[in-house]
């Protein structure tokens, strides 16, 4: 895929911007300049979401859509933890999850229907030593219902394009549409389903007739992506976990829906300590079972207080420093050096029109909630972050 000369050429300009590296192809006849533009491109987006790929100066990059969909090492690895023998990847790309689930000791087929990119996959992994992988460049669902072979776990990340380029969130307008994979689920085989982090979670459930496990993946309080695992034990109220993949307990909390539904939560005016929950908690609609020592601000106003400190909170905790009203006055006596982080909630005006309005600085210490209150009145509260 590449030779000697272009890795080095890659390596030697992987720093430089690649716009002005195309400018000067005619100062490079001997090398197909755009090919190494895009190879750098590739590498320059992707060295934090696939470090240990890009340390490879052998691996070759495939266009950038496949690029777009891949999971990143982190997610990837993850999702290898919760699956175990004969597995099958029917929508292989650029074939990092498979990279993965070879690397925990699987045996795994890789499926992609594009055969240029099942070509460069291959190639990738046999430079990363990948492991136990067949590769296929086929049509996924012809192929599953060919085979004879029993599978402990099929896997898919369903394309989230249609057919001219447009972006789809709903299960059934991705391809392949998961909901048809639900007949090949028995006793010994289950299924594993990766969605974009914008999927409706309750409705996903219901189309995929019950679920035994969700997984809320998130990476420095951001939702990366969502895990859906279809088995025989599949429920409308599955268990659904939120991971943090940044801390060392990666269990950042867990609960069933039903537990959601059939819970109450107080509300109450702000306290010495205001909480804001991590995003996976807000994205599993864990409202109201969030903490049990907390009270909520309001019912559409997602932050939390408390007169004591809740050390086990599952997202940012602060400290009230003050409270006031979205006044020139009082901002000049809380926060003279006019430099805060903004965060609203409910409010009617976003955080860049405070900041403009009030001529703020963005940083430093001290975080300026603006939020609704129980009595539906406009609230302030600068606090400082405690964990």
Known sequence: MLLETEIQFIQENLHRDPVAIALEASKYPDLDVPKLVGQIKARQKLKDKM??????????????????QSS??????????????????????????????????????????QADLAKITAYNHQQLNAGSIRHH????????????????????DPARRDKVGNKVVLLQDCEPNAIELIPHISEKTSLLIKTSPLLDIDRAIKELEGIEKVYVICIKNEVKELLFLKTNNSSEDPEISIIELNQENSLLFKAKKSSETQSDIKFSDCKNYLYEPHAGILKGGFFKTVSASVTKI???????????????????????????????KWLQEVLPGKKANISTRNFPINADEIRKKFQLKDGGEFTLFAFRDFSNKNRVVLAKKIS
């Open 72 to 113: 990143s090492e982190e997610t990837a690895h993850y999702k290898a933890s919760l699956i175990k023998g004969k597995i099958v990847d029917l929508t292989g790309g650029m074939g990092l999850d498979s990279y993965a689930f070879a690397q925990a000791g699987c045996e795994v087929d890789y499926l992609e229907r």
């Open 51 to 68: 470090p240990q790929w890009i340390a490879n100066t052998q691996v070759f990059f495939p266009p950038s859509l496949a690029l777009e």
């Open 137 to 156: 460049a086929t049509d996924s669902l012809t192929w599953l219902k060919e085979q004879k072979n029993v599978f402990d776990f099929i896997y898919v």
């Open 298 to 328: 309001a019912p559409n106003t997602h932050l939390y207080t408390s007169k004591e400190a809740d050390t086990k909170f599952p997202g940012r905790a602060f400290q009230v420093i003050a409270e006031g009203s979205l006044e020139k």
